[in-house]
């Protein structure tokens, strides 16, 4: 491949967005000028995070990008969730710089077809909706409907624990989440409605809700159990009943590779499974994964409560993968999603495109201080 293809660079950018999102992201630059770019945002993470992805991404210094692999940057750092979000990360760059490289955008690298239809989304209102009244999550709802989403998830059930489900104190934070469920219904009452359990309950607690959240309307229900193997059998008795009752199971938002998958999927525990391009470790990871799922009647749609360049990739993979089910985007957790890339993503009446310039499709434009490192 030639040294015009040696790594000479590795940066690492931080948007802070809000006061519980920081987006991290990385810049791999080449020898001749080309530069890739990963994320690695991840929510509570620890204090010395920051410092371990700026030290994987400056290993690949000097490699060529055709022998770069992700992995071996990881030095002693465990392959646990913050390891494989390092490891996604510096994929998601590798696999930019490569497809620039052969001339074609990530997703047709990654087999998909050169022109992929749009891809329909759903509006995650969650973190936009700062001020978390049944009222403020049903205006939510209602602005995210207006610019065309006909899909709204929200996360209704703050400060629930699997400990409080059997406490009265646990039962006003339920009936809390009811009301804004139902409010959010009552907004948006042509959208299909999702929720996001953030593993907050437990299987006899959720169990008692499913007759309730159905008759909201409710037709996704995520992540309500704690994702342990001793908790498969109880999601596939709860898969049965929120399927009989017109909602299906869906998870797995921080697991990787097809061995931590399989015992969910092989059991029946969930109807979607929904694989993230920062936590999976790996682009070709979810495809596999995907490809898996599916011959086992699983459906696959990426989790992405994310900043712009993991939402530019979702789209890629997604695009790859193909079918027509929905992918997440974080509605309106701050402008700055649209002011931080060149061209910024576009999102039209609830869809997107991957883009087909090469690689990633789009260049970050951040101010000096907000990157980091360097050789």
């Known amino acids: 491949m030639g040294r015009a293809h040696r790594l000479t660079h590795a940066e690492l950018a931080e948007v802070a967005v809000s006061g519980r999102t920081v987006w991290r992201m990385v810049v791999l630059t080449t020898e001749s000028g080309l530069s890739g770019y990963g994320e690695a945002t991840l929510d509570d ?40 979000t390092i490891r996604s990360c510096l994929d998601q760059a590798i696999c930019d710089l490569r497809a620039q ?97 953030h593993w907050r309950f437990t299987p006899d607690a959720v169990m008692s809700l499913v007759d309730a959240l159905s008759e ?17 059998a109880s999601l596939k008795r709860l898969r049965g009943a929120a399927n009989a009752r017109g909602m299906r199971l869906c998870g797995l938002e921080r697991f990787g590779g097809w061995d931590d998958v399989r015992p969910f999927v092989e059991a029946g525990a969930y109807d979607v499974i929904m694989p993230d391009v920062k936590h999976a470790g790996g682009l070709h990871t979810i495809l596999d994964v995907a490809a898996r799922a599916r011959s086992a009647g699983v459906t696959v749609s990426l989790h992405n409560p994310s900043g712009p360049v993991a939402h530019l990739f979702s789209a890629h993979v997604m695009a790859a993968i193909g079918g027509d089910e929905r992918m997440e985007v974080q509605w309106n957790e701050s402008p700055l999603f649209f002011a931080i890339t060149d061209p910024p993503p576009v999102l039209d009446r609830g869809t997107c495109r991957a883009g087909r310039s090469p690689g990633l499709g789009a260049a970050l434009k951040l101010p000096a201080q907000m990157r980091g490192g360097s050789p």
């Open 45 to 84: 993470e620890d204090t010395g995070f920051p410092q371990l992805l700026e030290r994987a991404a400056r290993s690949l210094i000097g490699n060529d990008v055709d022998a770069c692999e992700a992995g071996s940057a990881l030095g002693g750092i465990p392959v646990d969730l913050a390891g494989r």
């Open 101 to 197: 490289i052969a001339g074609k955008s990530v997703s047709a690298f990654l087999g998909g077809e050169a022109d992929a239809p749009s891809i329909p989304l759903y509006a995650n209102v969650n973190r936009a909706t700062v001020r978390r009244s049944a009222e403020d999550f049903a205006a939510s709802a209602a602005a995210a409907a207006a610019e065309g989403y006909r899909a709204i998830k929200i996360a209704p059930f703050d400060g629930l624990t699997p400990e409080l489900c059997a406490t009265r104190d646990g039962a006003l934070l339920i009936d809390a989440g009811l009301e804004r469920v139902r409010a959010v219904a009552e907004a948006v009452p042509d959208c299909a409605l999702m929720i996001d359990c």
């Open 216 to 232: 909201a309307g409710i037709v996704w229900l995520e992540c309500p159990l704690r994702e342990t193997d001793d908790a498969i």
